[in-house]
């Protein structure tokens, strides 16, 4: 961390903030947060306070009362909540349930910075929250060069804030940030699903691309359960149980969704007896970034919940 009186000589200059990017321009930042010479070296070899990363990101933040006036924008004055196309707009509709919660200032919590290669960082911050867990605000590529800190990359991430963790993946030729954070059951906190969902890098913007398959169909927004299990009651009085497994693999680029399913039958009347195991499935989802979104291919997880479910969870995964 900086020492109080570097923290000093630094907040002037760092509140002193950003130019913005010409589009035609390939070597100037997006954002700059100007900062003297000096103490540019010494604070590259510490942290910023985070009200100074939200002052830095968030145009209409206010330092004196920690609260960051609607409508949100980042510091190149873009809105945080932009209007989408409609034909991702109708896509992604359904995926957004959860209702705003009240402001309120923020606090070091609402910033998360994860270091990664070349020694640049993704900043995101959660500047609103949302009764869904989902908290929303700009996230960024950052790097320190000699006049301070630069923005590389910025865009607007809403996902889940409950123990989120951020990277950066390619997918063929493009960047692709990956969130994952877990989303618990309010009424059992410590039954929890890995979420994952991911933000293309599409130029020096992050944008949200809904999944769509090759015919263009919607599936929805490019966030999915990495685990997920149900039970059902049969006719026959035995319980089957449905688990549904995920892991993604970016290996070169080359994205790949492995989808594995297994569904079981135990009978209640012979606990001691181990489930029978039904029927396992898996599937290869290849993914790519086309213009319509991330194209991918149809999952079994749903297929199977109604082929072999008697009752369907409330929201199940894609």
């Known amino acids: 961390m900086l020492q109080s009186g570097a923290v000093r000589r630094l907040l002037p200059f760092a509140l002193a903030l950003f130019a913005c990017k010409r589009e035609d321009s390939t070597d100037l930042p997006i954002c700059l947060n100007e900062v003297a010479g000096d103490e540019a070296e010494e604070s590259q070899q510490g942290e910023l306070p985070p009200e100074i990363w ?44 959860g209702r705003a ?39 960024a590529i950052t790097e320190w060069t000699k006049r301070g800190i630069a923005v590389r990359s910025i865009g607007a991430l809403r996902a889940h804030a409950n123990r ?44 949200e691309r809904a999944m769509v398959l090759d015919d263009g169909t919607c599936v929805g927004a ?6 997920a299990s149900t039970e059902v009651s049969q006719p026959n009085g035995q319980i089957r149980s449905l688990e549904l497994t995920r892991t993604v693999d970016f ?3 080359n994205v790949v969704m492995n989808e594995a399913v297994v569904i079981k039958d135990r ?4 606990p001691d007896e181990p489930a029978k195991v039904y029927r396992n499935a898996n599937v290869q989802r290849p993914m790519a970034l086309g213009k319509a979104g991330l194209v991918t291919k149809p999952g079994i997880w749903d297929p199977l919940l109604a082929e072999h479910g008697s009752v369907r969870e409330s929201a199940p995964p894609k």
């Open 164 to 207: 989120a963790r951020m990277r950066i993946e390619s997918i063929g030729a493009d960047k692709v940030l990956v969130v994952e954070s877990d989303v618990c059951d309010p009424e059992n906190p410590k039954k929890c699903d890995r979420m994952m969902r991911l933000l293309p890098a599409v130029g020096e913007h992050f944008e």
């Open 101 to 139: 919660l009240p402001e309120r200032a923020l606090t070091p919590d609402d910033l998360l910075i994860t270091p990664i290669d070349g020694g640049r960082q993704l900043v995101w911050v959660k500047a609103r929250y949302f009764d869904d867990g989902d908290a929303l605000g700009p996230v």
């Open 222 to 227: 490019a966030e999915f359960a990495l685990h």
């Open 54 to 97: 939200f002052q830095f990101l968030l145009r209409n933040y206010n330092r004196k009362t920690g609260l960051v006036a609607a409508p949100v924008k980042d510091c190149s004055g873009k809105l945080v909540e932009a209007p989408r196309p409609p034909e991702t707009s109708a896509c992604l509709a359904a995926a957004e349930t």
């Open 251 to 253: 290996t070169d680029g």
């Open 267 to 270: 009978d209640p009347a012979k």
